[in-house]
């Protein structure tokens, strides 16, 4: 006889399952085998003993195991990341059996770091497996294996598994706008569901339901009924003749269903209808898929903020905390649910009270069956990630500002740009256009031309002589005669116009004007008026006649200004 072995309690008391959902348990870790049989037929096989005895050597390093993820769950962690490190350590486990490895704690770190290089070799040899899979999978077994391990150092850190580059690549023109029009088509899909879908229209609306779509097509619904290409031949059959008796046993079913009128037969209409919504929810609050699903309805008051409405739960006596932030155009929508769920589900504290005819916990994010119905009708569905990505991109595009986007989609500002925003070409373009509007002097023109200062406005005085420069905020010599110029008191300035001077006698004295004609060369104007100018300065007082005498000392030394000793240079090898 086999002698009775005492198994440990490897069970998660605290995990919330469905009704038809198969507790969690690790009992079959102890089995050589048991990894790789199905949920539903591992506790029958260890029961009629398929699996043969359990592993003594194992007990310890499962019982750890299980230790470190129940611990998680207890502390409040979430239960779809243990369920994802138990498949994780399973799939371990599969791998170590194949390869004829004894699962115990003295050797399971070898044991990882060789699974590890597997998946490693998936990835780059056998290439069923992308870089980031191999990654999450090992990165996640090793998390839970270096608390049984008590290590400081990650395990993974000795593993040759390494998380690629996430760079983010910039959307085109035409990619951003397929995007967005893709975005507001399922948009307007959705909507159109909503509208159609009225408590009558659910109820008492004969089968099958057909919901036209605003782009000509329409979504068919049979409610459920587990035959509607048998019902549908049948149905047709009627407008060819009158019905036969087989015809009407063979409809007899699809009667009793259609007739029923309550949700007991029409749950999978009133679920589409909270698909719609709960999708369309999410586009309009921002609000992450696993908390909008999990909305309790409650006495909503709405407050005005912004462009829109801040939600709170109506306190006494007092305000309640913002729960979620809608657009203005959002409210009677939502009302409108409001109002259609309280008729059909006058029992259910949820916003979102999804119907589970097969079991699934309630906590559990919701099936999207209107991805089938997309496929169907030729168009792309949007998962809540991607509607509260594009939520958050429009929002910071229209707006341009990080902590107002930041603060409406109820992120940190960092969290904002590093995870969520998508680089746009077009808004980049906006950016630089903006920027350079700014910023480039030959367009702003705030940095005069000539030597000293200026607005950007150029005017002409009334007293400029008839052949001087125009000001134009381009020319040098313009800006002598410009209402806006203003002198600059530092020594600077005056090397710089002394030196400008000198510049303009040099272009005066290689011209030659014409033979018995009085013409007088516009330069000499420039000279003149620069000339006059420094007079004065000089006359003024003496630290200006000090500085006067430096400059043209330096002048006359070849000691030119910065802004304008290369053009000078330049023109002197020229002439």
Known sequence: ???????????????????????????????????????????????????????????????????????????GGSAYTAQNEIRYIRN???????????????????????????????????KDMSQVSAYTIGVGAGNVLDAVLDRKIPLFSMSRLRLPKQRKTAL??????????????????????????????????????????????????????????????????????????????????????????????????????????????????????????????RQFTYSSHLDGY????????????????????????????LDWRRLLFPGSDSIFPFIRSGGRALHKHPQFYLRAACKKIGLNFVPPQSLRNTRVNWLLRRSGDADLTASMAQHHKETLLTTYERPSQQRAMGEIIRFWS??????????????????????????????APTPDCIRPS???????????????YLWSLACFRHLKIIEVSKWTPPRHEKEVHPAQLVIDRISEKLRWLGESNKKRKAWLEEVLARVEEGFYHPEWKRRIMVVEDIF
């Open 92 to 126: 371990m486990f599969i791998w170590a059996e194949d390869k004829g490895h004894s699962l115990v704690i003295e050797s399971i770190q070898q044991i990882y770091l060789d699974w590890t290089d597997s998946l490693v070799h998936r990835h780059q040899i056998i």
């Open 438 to 467: 700014e910023h480039d002097p030959t367009v702003i023109c705030t940095t005069p031309a000539g030597p000293g200062l200026c607005d950007g406005i150029s005017v002409q005085l009334e007293s400029a002589p008839k052949d």
């Open 1 to 75: 006889m086999h002698e009775t072995i005492q198994l440990p309690n490897l069970s998660f008391p605290d995990v919330i399952i469905g009704t038809r959902e198969t507790p969690w348990d690790l009992t079959y870790l102890l089995y050589y085998g048991g990894a790789k049989a199905t949920t539903w037929q591992v506790t029958r096989m260890i029961a009629n003993g398929a699996l043969g005895q359990p592993l003594r050597e194992r007990f310890d390093l499962v019982e750890k195991i299980h230790e470190v993820i129940n611990a998680k769950l207890i502390a």
């Open 310 to 337: 801040q939600v709170r739960d109506r306190k006494a006596r007092r305000h309640g905390e913002v729960l979620f932030e809608v657009f203005k155009e959002y409210k009677p929508h939502f009302e409108r649910y």
């Open 172 to 297: 085109g023109v035409n990619a951003e706008k397929q995007n967005l029009e893709d975005t507001f088509a399922f948009g307007q899909f959705l909507q159109d569901i909503c509208d159609a879908l009225s408590v009558e229209v659910v109820l008492k609306s004969p089968l099958p339901i057909r919901i036209p779509l605003r782009y000509g097509k329409e979504l068919v619904e049979w409610s459920g009924f587990n035959h509607p290409a048998f019902a549908e031949r049948h149905l047709e059959a009627y407008n060819y003749g009158p019905p036969t008796p087989d015809r009407e046993i063979a409809l007899k079913y699809f009667r009793a269903w259609e007739a029923d009128g309550t949700l007991r037969t029409r749950y999978p209409i009133a679920n589409r209808r909270i698909e719609a919504e709960l999708l369309m929810f999410i586009a309009q609050t921002g609000i992450n898929f696993t908390q909008a699903h999990k909305l309790k309805l």
């Open 478 to 492: 313009g800006c002598m005669w410009c209402e806006h110029h203003r002198d600059i008191d530092t020594i600077d």
